[in-house]
């Protein structure tokens, strides 16, 4: 079948990103040992074998592990510049970063030594690789409101180097409801809203998302189909969802990706599109997602390619000119 080659050699955004989740266990050692940064592991190999997740909790705690080398503003732009590379390869012509601000300031690394090393890795990928690239500042929604309103206050000096927030980390237990004031002040300054729903929550948070935060797409949203009329309201108003389906194998979302319910999502009219969220955690980037979901769902071909791009770019927060070029 020429399915793979179709897959990755076309053009297509990458949405759903985590920056820290493409952080390879090869450049953690070697950042913890330019930082003098001891890791309670081995090896490569060690770290490696500590990937084994049964929920969205059990891999947030190594993920959060992984990032305390990061220190430097040469580690932020090395760590972007390494995934941008990826994402040329791929042919991603337009990525955007999800960052974590509060997992480095909270372990006393400036905010702007982060933006500063993304912003650079960002700017350069334009030029030296034509991708366009652009970085979304994440609030941790098991942090609280006030240190989501400190973060975004810390954060302005340097606006013009991001063109949205969303909202990630542990999700039950933490409804978007929590953010309604952050989220109401970030629209207030022109920025775009975005929000993870119903990867491990339930539609509620979906409906949460969209009626409280209003958030312009949903991260993940795979659960809305337990909703028939979430999933209406969906596809009526073209909602994008970011869907990440190695992740949600290795979370423990679906039990194979012979289970997933991309497919269905599709055949519901969805906005839905084919992610990586933290590929050097879950064991794939985007093509890597694409072609082992399309062999594991024989109903997947190249029509549902096409629409998956064709989404990615529809979905994505680049200019309408850019735009019109891709699509
Ligand atoms: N942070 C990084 N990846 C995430 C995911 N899949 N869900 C929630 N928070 C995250
Ligand atoms: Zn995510």
Redesign the pocket.
Same mark, same amino acid.
């Given at each position: 079948s020429r399915l793979p080659a179709l897959l990755c050699t076309m053009p297509k955004a990458e949405l759903h990103l985590?920056i820290?989740?493409s952080l390879e266990p090869e450049l953690i050692f070697r950042l913890a040992e330019r930082n003098g940064v001891t890791l309670p592991y081995a090896s490569v190999e060690a770290l490696r074998a500590a990937y084994a997740f049964t929920d969205?909790q059990s891999?947030?705690d190594i993920?959060y592990a992984g990032a305390s080398v990061l220190l430097q503003e040469a580690d932020f732009f090395d760590m972007a510049w390494a995934y941008l590379e990826k994402a040329a390869a791929e042919n991603i012509v337009h990525a955007e970063l999800?960052f974590?601000p509060q997992t480095h300031t909270d372990r006393g690394v400036p905010i702007d030594v982060v933006i500063r090393g993304l912003a650079r890795a960002v700017e350069r990928a334009r030029t030296e690789l034509g991708v366009s690239a652009a970085l979304i500042l994440?609030f941790l929604r098991h942090l609280s409101e006030a240190a989501a309103f400190g973060t975004l206050e810390a954060a302005l000096p340097w606006r013009e180097h991001f063109i949205g927030v969303g909202l990630?980390?542990?999700?039950l237990g933490h409804p978007p409801s929590k953010f309604e004031r952050v989220f109401a002040r970030c629209r207030e300054l022109g920025l775009h809203v975005v929000a993870?729903a119903g990867?491990e929550g339930p539609p509620a948070y979906i409906h949460e998302a969209l009626d409280l935060l209003h958030s312009e797409r949903i #991260?993940?949203g795979v659960r809305c189909l337990e909703d028939p009329a979430l999933v209406q309201r969906l596809a009526a108003s073209r909602m994008p969802l970011t869907v990440?389906p190695l992740?949600n194998i290795k979370?423990c979302v679906f039990d194979s990706l012979a289970g997933h319910n991309l497919p269905a999502l599709l055949d519901a009219g969805l906005c839905a599109m084919v992610n990586s #969220?933290?590929p050097a955690y879950f064991g794939g980037y985007l093509n890597q997602n694409l072609v082992e979901t399309f062999a594991a769902l024989p109903q997947l071909g190249a029509r549902q390619a096409w629409q998956l791009a064709s989404n990615s770019f529809e979905a994505s927060f680049a200019d309408a000119a850019e735009k019109a070029r891709w699509q």
């Open positions: 985590h820290e989740g969205l891999f947030l993920y999800f974590d994440c990630d980390s542990s999700e993870h990867e #991260d993940h990440c992740s979370l #969220d933290d």
